[in-house]
């Protein structure tokens, strides 16, 4: 897999979180940079959730600097970024039919939670976006750490046999994640969303959208033109912008 | 002006209104120009949802910088007796999403009523496709009022937090 023009490459042997230390490169930003941790002291998911990280699994952070961007834009990223984890399971050998989308950015493996995408975006000057990915490349969490009704841990090892290093599944990451980049940002959000809505688990099907205050449920219908989740529901159609998905 | 331009005038303003509260919109105005010197100007605007303040505390500290100050440039119109989008101080939010006042929950929120905050410090997240935005402070301040609810939805250009 060759690696990919105009990206750095970072291999660190312990840090807190790759998140973080991608944060802290936010002031000195010289162009977009993979950071990869092989072993993480403070690894978290989103709003604080605790991401256990075993050595073998995959933890890398991308630092982006997209340049005159609306936020809702940048955010859109969520998309890309699943798009090219999907890729990167499918260069390592993981047959499609194995995998599938959860709005906006969980990739299961055969309906499992195999990964996290995490993206943290610091508005104003010398702020950035961080992309985090963690992999259960060789081991899961126990099923007992995850919230009720959540999409079961599952690993890349596990399920397929396929055992693979953190390096080079990031090597197959980046090139993915470049070349969807490319796409989105020549040609929008819309390739992104097509591509995205012909991998999703669950069009057409009911899920539950949990929200900060309230839970709507209803008919996944499709993704909008801005990323928002639509849900058929009985009180007619809802688009949804941010929530956690239940199947 | 016939009373048929009449009706479709106020279908049209009507629809205008339906738009403005399907949309949870405060203003909107438009001019529809029927010809030569016979145009229609329409503004219609309307009160923001309540606003909900943090805590008790942060109410008693917020009431004595409740008047808006007066805007340095051109007269503010509004037929609002308050509106916290046009102080000069609010910070907007930029985008439609949820917004955390904590980086998680349990921890400490970002700020309160009289935190006094360094020009880029996260004054809080704003939610959209799983990013996580941090909203920074586009000046050094002190934070007057804090106009959102943690875990509340926000809308584009909504005022988040008065800054002075």
Redesign the interface.
């Known amino acids: 897999m060759t690696w990919p023009v105009g990206y750095g490459r970072v291999v660190l042997a312990s840090v807190d979180s790759t998140q973080a230390e991608a944060a802290r490169r936010f002031a000195r930003f010289a162009g977009p940079e993979w950071i990869l941790a092989r072993s993480q002291t403070a690894a978290?998911g989103?709003?604080?959730?605790p991401w256990l990280a075993p050595a073998g699994n995959f933890a890398a952070s991308l630092v982006l600097r997209p340049d005159g961007e609306?936020?809702?834009r940048?955010?859109?990223?969520?998309?890309v970024a699943a798009l090219a984890l999907h890729e990167a399971f499918e260069h390592v050998g993981v047959p499609r039919s194995a995998l599938a989308l959860k709005w906006?950015?969980d990739v299961l493996l055969n309906e499992g939670k195999v990964a996290g995408?995490?993206?943290?975006?610091?508005?104003?000057?010398?702020?950035g976006?961080a992309i985090g990915v963690g992999v259960n490349l060789i081991a899961a969490p126990d099923p007992e750490a995850v919230e009720t009704g959540a999409v079961q841990p599952v690993s890349l090892l596990e399920e397929t046999g396929i055992r693979v290093a953190p390096e080079p599944f990031l090597d197959a990451l980046a090139a993915a994640y470049a070349a969807w980049e490319a796409r989105f940002v020549t040609y929008g959000f819309e390739p992104v969303r097509a591509a995205w809505l012909d991998r999703a688990a669950r069009i057409g099907a009911p899920v539950t959208a949990r929200?900060?205050?309230q839970t709507l449920s209803g008919i996944f219908e499709t993704v909008d033109p801005?990323?928002?989740l639509v849900l058929q529901t009985d009180a007619g159609r809802r688009a949804v912008?941010?929530a956690d998905i239940f199947f | 002006m016939s009373n048929k331009t009449h009706d479709t005038d106020v279908a049209f303003i009507e629809a205008l209104a339906e738009l403005l509260r399907k949309n949870d919109l405060t203003e909107l105005q438009v001019k529809r120009d029927y010809g030569p010197d016979d145009s229609l100007n329409v503004r219609v605007s309307r009160q923001t949802a309540p606003v909900t303040q943090m805590a008790p505390q942060a109410q008693v500290l917020a009431a004595p910088a409740s008047a808006p100050a007066p805007a340095a440039s051109a007269p503010i119109e509004t037929t609002m007796p308050e509106d916290p989008a046009a102080h000069p101080g609010a910070v907007t939010s930029p985008m439609v999403g949820t917004v955390y006042m904590q980086a998680e929950p349990g921890s400490d929120p970002f700020i309160a009523v009289g935190t006094a905050v360094k020009e880029g410090d996260t004054l809080l997240i704003v939610e959209a496709m799983k990013t996580m935005n941090h909203i920074p402070a586009p000046r050094a301040g002190t934070v007057k009022r804090i106009l959102i609810e943690d875990g509340s939805p926000v809308e584009f250009g909504a005022p988040l937090v008065i800054l002075e």
């Open positions: 978290r989103r709003r604080g959730r609306a936020p809702e940048v955010a859109l990223r969520s998309f906006p950015n995408i995490l993206l943290e975006a610091m508005q104003g000057a010398g702020g976006l929200m900060g205050h801005q990323g928002a912008t941010a």
